[in-house]
Each structure stands twice: as structure tokens, then as C-alpha cells.
């Protein structure tokens, strides 16, 4: 793979971790499963088929607009 592929790659996957530590904070944080019934429950709740579309759309969005702005300024 070229190095432009590696870098959106990187990108585009630290944005999903982000967005799948964000939702495991809110579970413990917020009324979720995470919070009455530990990690295991909790992990069980965020990664679903929803969540992962989720993930890589707003990823992809993210990654382009970074780009443009890497661009433009």
C-alpha cells in the first residue's frame, strides 16, 4: 500500500475508536448496561451492525473533511 492508503487508514480508524470509546464511556457514565452489569454487558450493547455503520460513515465524512481543510489551509 501506498502512504496516502496507510495514512487514511490510520485516520479513519483512530475515528472509529473515538466513536466506539465514546460509546462505552456513556454506557458506564449513563443509565447503560455497562453501568448495573460490568464491561462484558456493556461491550455487548455497543458493538452492533448499527453502531459499526455508524462508525465508518461518520469516519469517512471525518476523513474527508480533514483532508479538505489540510488542503485549503
Known amino acids: 500500500m501506498n502512504r ?14 473515538l466513536f466506539y470509546s465514546n460509546l462505552l ?3 458506564f457514565t449513563h443509565s447503560g448496561a455497562g453501568r448495573g ?4 454487558p456493556a461491550i455487548e450493547d455497543i458493538f452492533t451492525g448499527v453502531n459499526f455503520a455508524i462508525a465508518v460513515i461518520a469516519a469517512l465524512i471525518g476523513y474527508v473533511v480533514v ?3 489540510r488542503k485549503r489551509l
Not at 37 to 40: A, P
Open 67 to 69: 483532508e479538505f481543510l
Open 37 to 40: 452489569g460490568g464491561l462484558v
Open 25 to 27: 464511556m456513556g454506557e
Open 4 to 17: 496516502n492508503l496507510w495514512r487514511a487508514a490510520t485516520e479513519i480508524g483512530f475515528i472509529i475508536f
